[in-house]
């Protein structure tokens, strides 16, 4: 039989207290205690809403690849689309039309060409009315002057223009170029026309003042792409073949 030992019995009792002590402060939960369990569903859904939600606002959102590059946004620009059906692609008169977009960012084919067949019918009638103000505001001082002129011989004379614009058949660019910062752009128009010239005791001396003539002119119109004036002024004409 084995003896008695107090020391033995007096360290298991200081252990079991010291169990006791650690049990009473850890093993018991508090208001603000959560299971492990929880801890680690919160952690994990605090980095799937990290990855997945929305961005915080004081988050800076760098560009992306292609962002800011500005090497493509030619092939985004309708105008080119533009440019390639007015002209064929690597031809000069396209060639010229990008260089007129590149020289003035404004400009615009599709409304250039609307823009340029409503000039045309508007010089063609003001030309015949002998409407010099009109005129003044649409055409580069060299060829008012020389439409000026006529006009003038013909009042002086006591001629008269009888004139009714149909319509224009065709208006298709010739040629087009960016010289010394200034946009050059000629264009064949092919117009039906009723005109006829009148004397002075309204009989008819040229033309024919009831049969529809067509008619084909060669205009150039220009414009300063320095200048804050969208407009192009007719700067050469001459007729069709």
């Known amino acids: 039989m084995q003896s008695f030992d107090p020391f033995t019995v007096a360290i298991l009792v200081a252990a079991i207290v010291v169990l006791l002590k ?6 018991q ?13 919160r952690e994990k859904e605090k980095r799937k809403t990290r990855q997945d ?6 988050v800076v959102k760098l560009p992306t690849r292609g962002q800011n590059d500005n090497s493509n946004s030619d092939e985004k620009d309708p105008r080119l689309a533009q440019i390639d059906k007015l002209a064929k692609p690597r ?10 977009l590149a020289a ?3 400009f615009n084919p599709k409304e250039f060409m ?3 067949d409503m000039a045309y019918e508007m010089i063609v009638d003001a030309f015949a ?4 103000k009109s005129l003044r505001n649409l055409l580069s001082p060299e060829v008012f002057e020389g439409f000026d002129s006529v006009i003038k011989d013909r009042e002086s004379r006591g001629e ?3 004139s009714t614009f149909i319509g224009i058949d065709e208006s298709e660019i010739q040629a087009a170029e960016v010289k010394d910062h200034e946009a050059h752009i000629t264009i064949k128009f092919v117009s039906q026309i009723v005109s006829a010239t009148l004397d002075k005791e309204g009989v008819v001396i040229e033309g024919d003042d009831k049969d529809i003539a067509r008619v084909k002119d060669v205009w150039t119109f220009a414009r300063d792409t320095r200048n804050n004036d969208p407009n192009w002024n007719l700067v050469a004409t001459e007729a069709g073949a």
Do not use: W, Y
């Open 114 to 116: 609307a823009g340029a």
């Open 160 to 162: 008269t223009v009888k």
């Open 53 to 58: 939600g929305p961005p915080a606002d004081n």
């Open 22 to 27: 650690l049990r009473s402060v850890l093993g």
């Open 29 to 41: 939960k508090t208001g603000h205690q959560e299971d492990m369990s929880d801890l680690f569903d």
């Open 104 to 106: 003035d960012p404004a």
């Open 91 to 100: 031809t000069k008169i396209n060639k010229g039309l990008k260089d007129i």
């Open 129 to 132: 009315q002998g409407d010099t």
